[in-house]
């Protein structure tokens, strides 16, 4: 069964860079035909995805946010982590990382972490 | 991007109700449509995929249908763990872009 679990600050000061990592355990994040993403949601919003990764470093972010947005991953670690920089109060939201799996041609989330909330305050 | 517009953004029902969530697409995406469940406090979790195919482990109750722009998630015969927050979402092309959610609750 794969696990993804966040990491990181639960606050961040605004103007600085926002920090996350996953851990996925239950398999390799080098295995299988999967990209591994990123996803916020605003308290009583809606769902924003923010990009996503291969385990050979390939890319998608999302050009709403690409600007300050980085995705890496550490194969070694079985982790992939998001930085955002220069944070402002509306990146406020519980982050999520996910597995993005291709089935018959149609990529899905399929595997969530449970969410870290992120709180942007002075 | 992909606008993904969802109808009603809330809904009251009973249990044993049929219930049916609408999800329009800004352009066609075929069937490149994904459907999830958010109860609060926990991660949305993955119910439908490619329109129509059922995940692993979701109850036949639930079923997909849809292509192009228009498509329908069913629950038909709702039951009290149903009672919780539906988004669409195309994966056509990224970035990929959820709906603004259904919320269906107790009547």
């Known amino acids: 069964q794969v696990q993804l679990q966040e990491s990181g600050p639960g606050l961040v000061k605004p103007s600085q860079t926002l920090s996350l990592i996953c851990t996925v355990s239950g398999g390799s994040i080098s295995s299988g035909n999967y990209y591994w993403s990123w996803i916020r949601q605003p308290a009583g919003k809606g769902l924003e995805w923010i990009g996503r990764i291969y385990s050979s470093g390939s890319t998608n972010y999302n050009p709403s946010l690409k600007s300050g947005v980085t995705i890496s991953v550490d194969t070694s670690k079985n982790q992939f982590s998001l930085r955002l920089s220069s944070v402002t109060a509306a990146d406020t939201a519980v982050y999520y990382c996910?597995?993005?799996?291709?089935?018959?041609?149609?990529?899905?989330?399929?595997?969530w972490g449970q969410g870290t909330l992120v709180t942007v305050s002075s | 991007d992909i606008q993904m517009t969802q109808s009603p953004s809330s809904l009251s029902a009973s249990v044993g109700d049929r219930v049916t969530i609408t999800c329009r697409a800004s352009q066609s995406i075929s069937n490149y449509l994904n459907w999830y469940q958010q109860k609060p406090g926990k991660a949305p979790k993955l119910l439908i995929y490619?329109?129509?195919s059922l995940q692993s482990g979701v109850p036949s109750r639930v079923s997909g249908s849809g292509s192009g722009t228009d498509f329908t998630l069913t629950i038909s015969s709702l039951q009290p763990e149903d009672f919780a927050t539906y988004y669409c979402?195309?994966?056509?092309?990224?970035?990929?872009?959820f709906g603004q959610g259904t919320k269906v609750e107790i009547k």
């Open positions: 996910a597995r993005d799996r291709r089935d018959r041609s149609v990529w899905a989330f399929d595997y």
């Open positions: 490619g329109a129509s």
């Open positions: 979402q195309q994966s056509y092309n990224t970035p990929w872009t």
